[in-house]
Each structure stands twice: as structure tokens, then as C-alpha cells.
T-cell receptor, first 110, second 117 residues
Framework: QQPVQSPQAVILREGEDAVINCSSS?????VHWYRQKHGEAPVFLMI?????EQKGHEKISASFNEKKQQSSLYLTASQLSYSGTYFC???????????FGAGTILRVKS | GAGVSQSPRYKVAKRGQDVALRCDPI?????LFWYQQALGQGPEFLTY????????KSGLPSDRFFAERPEGSVSTLKIQRTQQEDSAVYLC???????????????FGPGTRLTVL
């Protein structure tokens, strides 16, 4: 089943913070976060694994609540370049594919 | 190094035509994925290859969709007798390892935007 992302859209001014959430009804092993700009490939941001391991860009922070099967992506001191659609993809431990949410549109204004 | 490339970037087809979409993964990547992305939606899994073996095709919407990766590198997604509901962006992704669910990154291509008239 597709994970649920919230909010669907958010508008920020430069320098403001935002939190994007991803929630699943199924037990997860990993949560993958991507950002996609219009007409471009999704770009990897971060992976969070069951057990606490994280892999990703230093300037991005996120959390994974294993009990609630929820992940949150924290965007601080937002820049214009942060604009785009953010997707979470969820993975099972012995699974190959990712199941993606519908996305959160983020727009940062100057 | 080069990333994942896809061609063509845009394809317009008349309903009923066959189309072939190409994906060049990152060299050496074992896993290759095809996703379909409808407007305003996240990527939806279609099929998965481990080298040349198609291990999961559970996401292919109908038997009009066919994918191959004969030499374990380049892959082609073929859609026969295209319908209007096939209009979408088709994304290809590759990964160095198996089991993306265990936390291995997938690298995406820019996609092919298919419009069926």
C-alpha cells in the first residue's frame, strides 16, 4: 500500500523551516527520500533504516519512528533551491522495489 | 561519471501504435527498475531486473507492457497498442546492489514523457 505524505503542499519564505511526513500502514525496513524538480529525475536525499542507521546528505535531517511506521524530513533555513516535489519511498527488508507516496510540493519564495 | 540516461525524452504516439522506451543504467549496476509516474503522483513500480533476469513484473498494468534487459545492461520497455491511459512519465532507475528495501540507493533517469493521442 502507498505511504501517505503530508502536507500535500507547503509554501515557505527563504529561511523558514518545514517538516514533511510519511506514514505507512505496513511494517517498514527503510524509508528513502527523494526530491524531484519539474521535468527532472528524482534526486536522492536520504535513506533511513530500521535500527537507526541513516545515509544521506549532511545538510538534510530526518527521523524514522519504527513503532509508528512514520518518517519525517526536516528542512531548515530553506533556500530557493529546495523547491520541488518531495517523495518518500518505503522498502521491506527482503524487497527490491520501493513504494512511493504521492509527494509533497514545496515552494520557497524570496 | 554518467548517470542513468533514457531515450527518447518525449514521445507522442497515436492510439494503437507500439512504442519502445530505452534505459541506459549506470555501468555496473546490477538492479534496474521501471516506474510509471502519472501527473501529480509518485513513481509507481512496474518491473525489476537483476542483471538480465526479470525477477518481478507484478506492476505491469497489462500484457501490452513488456520489458527486457537481454545483456544485463541496457533495458527496453515496450508498450504495444498504446491507449490514452498509458500517457505518463516512464522512469528508469538503477542500483549497484540488490534489495533496495534494505537501504541501497536507486539512481533515477530523467524519464520519458509519453503522450498517447
Amino acid at each position: 500500500q502507498q505511504p501517505v505524505q503530508s502536507p500535500q503542499a507547503v509554501i515557505l519564505r527563504e529561511g523558514e523551516d518545514a517538516v514533511i511526513n510519511c506514514s505507512s500502514s505496513k511494517a517498514l525496513y527503510s524509508v528513502h527520500w527523494y526530491r524531484q524538480k519539474h521535468g527532472e529525475a528524482p534526486v536522492f536525499l536520504m535513506i533511513l533504516l530500521k535500527g537507526g542507521e541513516q545515509k544521506g546528505h549532511e545538510k538534510i535531517s530526518a527521523s524514522f519512528n519504527e513503532k509508528k511506521q512514520q518518517s519525517s524530513l526536516y528542512l531548515t533555513a530553506s533556500q530557493l533551491s529546495y523547491s520541488g516535489t518531495y517523495f518518500c519511498g518505503t522498502g521491506r527488508e527482503y524487497g527490491n522495489k520501493l513504494v512511493f507516496g504521492a509527494g509533497t510540493i514545496l515552494r520557497v519564495k524570496s | 561519471g554518467a548517470g542513468v540516461s533514457q531515450s527518447p525524452r518525449y514521445k507522442v504516439a497515436k492510439r494503437g501504435q507500439d512504442v519502445a522506451l530505452r534505459c541506459d543504467p549506470i555501468s555496473g549496476h546490477v538492479s534496474l527498475f521501471w516506474y510509471q509516474q502519472a501527473l501529480g503522483q509518485g513513481p509507481e513500480f512496474l518491473t525489476y531486473f537483476q542483471n538480465e533476469a526479470q525477477l518481478d513484473k507484478s506492476g505491469l498494468p497489462s500484457d501490452r507492457f513488456f520489458a527486457e534487459r537481454p545483456e544485463g545492461s541496457v533495458s527496453t520497455l515496450k508498450i504495444q497498442r498504446t491507449q490514452q491511459e498509458d500517457s505518463a512519465v516512464y522512469l528508469c532507475a538503477s542500483s549497484l546492489y540488490l534489495l533496495s528495501g534494505r537501504g541501497y540507493e536507486q539512481f533515477f533517469g530523467p524519464g520519458t514523457r509519453l503522450t498517447v493521442l
